[in-house]
Protein backbone atom coordinates (compact mmCIF):
# COMPACT_ATOMS: atom_id res chain seq x y z
CA UNK A 1 0.00 0.00 0.00
CA UNK A 2 1.02 3.62 -0.67
CA UNK A 3 1.38 5.45 2.52
CA UNK A 4 0.63 9.07 0.51
CA UNK A 5 -3.07 7.81 -0.11
CA UNK A 6 -3.45 6.16 3.23
CA UNK A 7 -4.85 8.88 5.05
CA UNK A 8 -3.46 9.56 8.88
CA UNK A 9 -6.25 8.62 11.35
CA UNK A 10 -4.91 11.99 13.63
CA UNK A 11 -5.63 14.11 10.62
CA UNK A 12 -7.15 17.37 11.50
CA UNK A 13 -10.30 18.70 9.91
CA UNK A 14 -10.19 21.99 7.94
CA UNK A 15 -12.83 24.83 8.39
CA UNK A 16 -14.58 26.78 5.53
CA UNK A 17 -11.76 29.15 5.65
CA UNK A 18 -9.16 26.98 5.76
CA UNK A 19 -8.29 27.09 9.65
CA UNK A 20 -7.97 23.69 11.34
CA UNK A 21 -10.46 23.26 14.28
CA UNK A 22 -7.32 22.90 16.90
CA UNK A 23 -6.49 26.49 15.47
CA UNK A 24 -9.80 27.91 15.85
CA UNK A 25 -10.20 26.70 19.37
CA UNK A 26 -7.09 28.45 20.64
CA UNK A 27 -8.13 31.46 19.07
CA UNK A 28 -11.34 30.89 20.96
CA UNK A 29 -9.43 30.49 24.32
CA UNK A 30 -6.71 33.14 23.44
CA UNK A 31 -9.63 35.41 22.82
CA UNK A 32 -11.66 34.57 26.17
CA UNK A 33 -8.32 35.22 27.96
CA UNK A 34 -7.72 38.21 26.93
CA UNK A 35 -11.32 39.64 27.50
CA UNK A 36 -11.27 38.14 31.03
CA UNK A 37 -7.06 40.02 31.47
CA UNK A 38 -9.20 43.26 30.75
CA UNK A 39 -12.57 42.88 33.27
CA UNK A 40 -9.28 42.33 35.68
CA UNK A 41 -7.49 45.26 34.17
CA UNK A 42 -10.62 47.52 34.61
CA UNK A 43 -11.57 46.13 37.68
CA UNK A 44 -7.78 46.73 39.03
CA UNK A 45 -7.80 50.12 38.06
CA UNK A 46 -11.21 51.15 39.43
CA UNK A 47 -11.06 54.29 42.33
CA UNK A 48 -10.72 52.52 45.36
CA UNK A 49 -11.20 54.31 48.91
CA UNK A 50 -11.20 53.49 52.22
CA UNK A 51 -13.33 52.62 54.38
CA UNK A 52 -13.25 55.53 57.07
CA UNK A 53 -13.38 57.82 54.10
CA UNK A 54 -16.63 56.14 52.32
CA UNK A 55 -18.25 56.56 55.88
CA UNK A 56 -17.67 60.27 56.01
CA UNK A 57 -19.02 60.46 52.76
CA UNK A 58 -22.35 58.90 53.49
CA UNK A 59 -22.42 60.50 56.84
CA UNK A 60 -22.16 63.96 55.08
CA UNK A 61 -25.00 62.47 52.78
CA UNK A 62 -27.51 61.60 55.03
CA UNK A 63 -26.92 65.20 57.14
CA UNK A 64 -28.03 66.82 53.96
CA UNK A 65 -30.99 64.48 53.14
CA UNK A 66 -34.56 64.88 53.90
CA UNK A 67 -35.09 62.95 57.66
CA UNK A 68 -35.19 59.10 57.90
CA UNK A 69 -38.18 58.31 60.10
CA UNK A 70 -35.96 55.16 60.55
CA UNK A 71 -33.07 56.12 62.12
CA UNK A 72 -34.61 57.65 65.52
CA UNK A 73 -31.23 57.75 66.94
CA UNK A 74 -30.26 60.04 64.54
CA UNK A 75 -33.46 62.33 63.91
CA UNK A 76 -35.06 62.15 67.17
CA UNK A 77 -38.73 60.65 68.02
CA UNK A 78 -40.94 61.79 65.34
CA UNK A 79 -44.69 62.56 65.42
CA UNK A 80 -46.90 59.85 64.93
CA UNK A 81 -49.06 61.82 62.23
CA UNK A 82 -45.49 62.51 60.42
CA UNK A 83 -44.31 59.05 60.14
CA UNK A 84 -45.18 57.18 57.26
CA UNK A 85 -44.06 53.90 58.77
CA UNK A 86 -46.39 54.29 61.67
CA UNK A 87 -49.41 52.03 61.53
CA UNK A 88 -52.67 53.88 60.37
CA UNK A 89 -55.41 54.84 62.38
CA UNK A 90 -58.45 53.47 61.20
CA UNK A 91 -61.40 56.13 61.41
CA UNK A 92 -65.14 55.05 61.66
CA UNK A 93 -66.54 52.47 63.98
CA UNK A 94 -67.39 49.54 61.58
CA UNK A 95 -65.65 47.86 59.02
CA UNK A 96 -66.92 46.70 55.52
CA UNK A 97 -66.09 43.12 54.34
Do not use: H
Not at 54 to 73: G, H, Q, R, W, Y
Amino acid sequence: MNNAAMSSPFELRTNDNGKSKKQSMAELKLRRLTELNQRLQDDLNRRRIPVSEASIDLIAFTDKEPKDFMVPSRWGQVDKRDDPYAPQQQGGCCTVM
